[in-house]
């Protein structure tokens, strides 16, 4: 498979932790080991030796391409994620939670505007989110199959685009991804059953704690162009975000991401798309 163009994908959280080392990288405490793929690349180069620049400089009008990703809707800040997209005709994605759909009028009318926007992608993220016990959930991964699927039925989503709650694997097709806690055997039995399941190369915070640091939107861009550059994303030249749409609520971090927003759009080496077409061919 040819990797030749930048894709970027973000995920919306507030604040980010990103640290860099020879061994590996960490983001929001999770840490991740380019030793410890599964599968990572099938039988491509690691990411460090594919295409690197210092041997195949990088054509001026080579494009890197970004994913921004909302997690825990339909929420409070939800409509702002539609007022967004719909503002810079902008590409997002959306993994929302089965029950926060059903809770309420409210959010499930929240769901209804998410369906008519063409520009918002719905993906499921679990009916329960394991209701914030990971680790005992994902211990029995045909239960966490059926959460699924209790989901997506509710939802009638006809789409597979899947995130774990509390966990960032991958699953996608012969690409995949592990993290160093529990999980694996649930990412597994719900590719078996034909889910594809993302993770997220960066997250974003709108408040700093447990580690992670608040961002600018000038400091996300120079933290995404150098993820990029150094090819130290799932798979090359693209990225995805993690955010959440309840911290959209937070006006200074709104602000921040539409700065974020701006500064990539002018940029010229960025364009915005849906997961769908995360793995297609350029």
Known sequence: MHWSHHKII?????????????????????????????????????????????????????????????DDGP??????????????????????????????????????????NPLVEIGNH???????????????????????NRSRDSLQQTNNLTRLPGRNFFRLDNLSRDERCNGKEAADTLAARGYQVFGWDLEWRSRPGNGIRKHTGKEMMDIVSSVLEKQKTFLPDRVIILLHDPELKDEYFKNELEEFIRLAKEDGRFCFEHLSEYTAEP
Request: net charge negative.
């Open 75 to 116: 929420s409070s800040g939800s409509q702002l994620v539609n007022a967004l997209a719909q503002k810079d005709s902008l590409p997002i994605n959306v993994f929302l939670i089965g029950h926060n759909v059903c809770a309420t009028h409210k959010s499930r009318q929240l769901f209804q505007e998410y369906q008519v």
């Open 126 to 148: 679990s009916y329960t989110h394991a209701e914030r016990h990971y680790a005992a959930w994902f211990k029995q991964p045909l239960e966490v199959l059926a959460d699924f």
């Open 10 to 70: 973000v995920a919306w959280t507030g604040a980010m932790v990103f640290l860099l080392s020879n061994i590996g990288w960490q983001i929001e405490g999770l840490y991740y080991d380019p030793s410890n793929q599964v599968n990572a690349f099938s039988a491509n180069p690691s990411p460090s030796s594919v295409n690197p620049s210092s041997a195949d400089p990088r054509p001026a009008n080579q494009q890197y391409h970004i994913y921004l990703t909302f």
